[in-house]
């Protein structure tokens, strides 16, 4: 079953531009992840926040966390070429027996030079 | 060099055939897991595999098959009973929440 739903499907900015991308889930998280994908390649994990946090860093992305609203965003500050990849939310419930994450369909960002 | 890696990076394979993914982690991790990409899709869950000798199916089980012998090494089967085999193939592990990928296998069915 899918759990996380990210919006926009595709996103093509300009380099130097923001990035703003957006997961909605529907129930309980323990955390949320995201994660980077390049065409063909395996998964990257980028950053997680926990149920408890609203705001994380690192570097140039900025993640946010509304449980009242079921939502996270994914802010790339100042994009580069090289950030062009599929992006991926993934929900991770409250732990418990077997409990694993659940991924979204992806974001496709183009940042073009 | 830690990491996790598979082998193939591609394979071709016949209707009918059983064919077996190989996935390997040198990272110490206890948890390992297979996932199916399709183009334009976000990752299922085939299998998963918290501790040696113990496996779980995930959303899609149907059609394969693991075996967790070693806490190093996770193998996927695709059986004949599969019936739209041809995808790309993920393998990740992790020790806490956050998962490590390898670079996948892309299996076609001819």
């Known amino acids: 079953s899918q759990q996380g739903e990210e919006d926009p499907q595709a996103l093509s900015i300009q380099e130097g531009e923001n990035a703003t991308m957006n997961c909605s889930y529907k129930?309980?998280?323990?955390?949320l992840q995201w994660y980077r994908q390049n065409s063909g390649r395996g998964l990257v994990h980028l950053i997680l926040?926990?149920?408890?946090?609203r705001e994380k860093h690192s570097g140039r992305l900025r993640v946010t966390l509304d449980t009242s609203k079921k939502s996270s965003s994914l802010l790339i500050t100042a994009s580069r070429a090289a950030d062009t990849a599929s992006y991926f939310c993934?929900?991770?419930?409250?732990?418990?027996?077997?409990?694993?994450?659940?991924f979204g369909k992806g974001i496709t960002l183009s940042v073009r030079p | 060099d830690g990491g996790i890696t598979q082998s193939p990076k591609y394979l071709f394979r016949k209707e009918g055939q059983n064919v077996t993914l190989s996935c390997e982690q040198n990272?110490?991790?206890?948890?390992m897991y297979w996932y199916r990409q399709d183009p334009g899709q976000g990752l299922r869950l085939i299998y998963y595999?918290?501790?040696?000798?113990?496996?779980q199916k995930g959303d899609i089980a149907e059609g394969y098959s693991v075996s967790r012998e070693k806490k190093e090494s996770f193998p996927l089967t695709v059986t004949s009973a599969q019936k739209n085999p041809t995808a790309f193939y993920l393998c990740?592990?992790?020790?806490?929440?956050?998962?490590?990928f390898g670079p996948g296998t892309r299996l076609t069915v001819l």
């Open positions: 926040i926990r149920s408890n946090e």
């Open positions: 595999s918290q501790i040696v000798n113990d496996f």
């Open positions: 990740a592990s992790s020790i806490k929440r956050e998962q490590f």
């Open positions: 993934a929900t991770d419930p409250p732990t418990g027996a077997n409990s694993k994450l659940t």
């Open positions: 129930t309980s998280i323990n955390n």
């Open positions: 990272l110490n991790h206890d948890a």
